[in-house]
C-alpha cells in the first residue's frame, strides 16, 4: 500500500535479475576486500538496478496513476535480454564519480525506456532528461574525493533475461540510497 501523505521519490528502472546481481556483487566483494577502490562507497546487491527514467518527489496518487499505466505498455518479449560491455568509470572515464556495469542500449532496451518515457509524459510526470546510458551502478564516490580517471576496468561478457521493469521507491538514508520496489511490471 502506497503512504498517501508523502510524495514518493521514486524511478522507473529494472531489478538486476539474481543471478548478475550476485556475479557483480562477487567482483564488488574482490575490491572492497582488497581496498582497490578505497574513495568507493558500495551499492548492496539488492539495490543494483538499471533505472529507465529518475522521476523525483511525486504525489502517491499520482505514482498509483504512473503504476497503472505502465501495465498498459506492450510486454517485455520473451527472450529480450540485456547485454554487458564492461565495467567503467561514469559518467565520464575521466571523472569516475560512479563504478557502473555498463550495458548495451540495444532495441529492445531503446524501445522499453521510449515506450515508459511516453507514459511519462502522457501523465504530464517530468523526468531527468539526457542521452539513456544504460548501466547498473556498483559504486559511488565517497563526498569529498577527487573523482579519478578510470578506463575501461574489466570487459564483462554476456547477458541476462530482461522479464520485467518496476517502479521504485527511493529511500534517501545517512547511508546512502535504498530502493524498495513499489510495482513490479512485467
Same mark, same amino acid.
Given at each position: 500500500?502506497?503512504?498517501?501523505?508523502?510524495?514518493?521519490?521514486?524511478?522507473?528502472? *529494472?531489478?538486476?535479475?539474481?543471478?548478475?546481481?550476485?556475479?557483480?556483487?562477487?567482483?564488488?566483494?574482490?575490491? =572492497?576486500?582488497?581496498?582497490?577502490?578505497?574513495?568507493?562507497?558500495?551499492?548492496?546487491?539488492?539495490?543494483?538496478?538499471?533505472?529507465?527514467?529518475? *522521476?523525483?518527489?511525486?504525489?502517491?496518487?499520482?505514482?498509483?496513476?504512473? *503504476?497503472?499505466?505502465?501495465?498498459? @505498455?506492450?510486454?517485455?518479449?520473451?527472450?529480450?535480454?540485456?547485454?554487458?560491455?564492461?565495467?567503467?568509470?561514469?559518467?565520464?572515464?575521466?571523472? &569516475? =564519480?560512479?563504478?557502473? &556495469?555498463?550495458?548495451? &542500449?540495444?532495441? @529492445?532496451?531503446?524501445?522499453?525506456?521510449?515506450?515508459?518515457?511516453? @507514459?511519462?509524459?502522457?501523465?504530464? *510526470?517530468?523526468?531527468?532528461?539526457? &542521452?539513456? =546510458?544504460?548501466?547498473?551502478?556498483?559504486?559511488?564516490?565517497?563526498?569529498?574525493?577527487?573523482?579519478?580517471?578510470?578506463?575501461?576496468?574489466?570487459?564483462?561478457?554476456?547477458?541476462?533475461?530482461?522479464?520485467?521493469?518496476?517502479?521504485?521507491?527511493?529511500?534517501?538514508?545517512?547511508?546512502?540510497?535504498?530502493?524498495?520496489?513499489?510495482?513490479?511490471?512485467?
Amino acid at each position: 500500500m502506497i503512504d498517501t501523505i508523502r510524495e514518493i521519490r521514486c524511478f522507473i528502472g *529494472i531489478p538486476a535479475p539474481k543471478e548478475l546481481a550476485n556475479r557483480l556483487n562477487k567482483q564488488v566483494r574482490l575490491w =572492497r576486500d582488497s581496498n582497490e577502490f578505497p574513495d568507493y562507497k558500495w551499492v548492496k546487491r539488492q539495490d543494483y538496478h538499471l533505472t529507465l527514467h529518475f *522521476i523525483g518527489e511525486l504525489h502517491p496518487t499520482k505514482v498509483q496513476k504512473l *503504476i497503472d499505466k505502465l501495465k498498459s @505498455v506492450p510486454r517485455v518479449e520473451p527472450g529480450a535480454s540485456i547485454q554487458f560491455k564492461s565495467i567503467t568509470g561514469f559518467p565520464e572515464k575521466e571523472k &569516475a =564519480r560512479f563504478l557502473v &556495469a555498463e550495458c548495451e &542500449a540495444t532495441e @529492445v532496451l531503446q524501445s522499453i525506456q521510449e515506450q515508459t518515457g511516453t @507514459v511519462l509524459k502522457e501523465l504530464g *510526470i517530468p523526468s531527468e532528461n539526457g &542521452a539513456f =546510458r544504460p548501466h547498473i551502478s556498483l559504486g559511488r564516490l565517497k563526498p569529498g574525493h577527487k573523482p579519478p580517471e578510470l578506463g575501461e576496468i574489466m570487459k564483462l561478457d554476456g547477458d541476462c533475461a530482461l522479464s520485467e521493469i518496476a517502479v521504485f521507491r527511493s529511500i534517501l538514508t545517512p547511508e546512502g540510497s535504498h530502493y524498495e520496489v513499489l510495482a513490479r511490471i512485467s
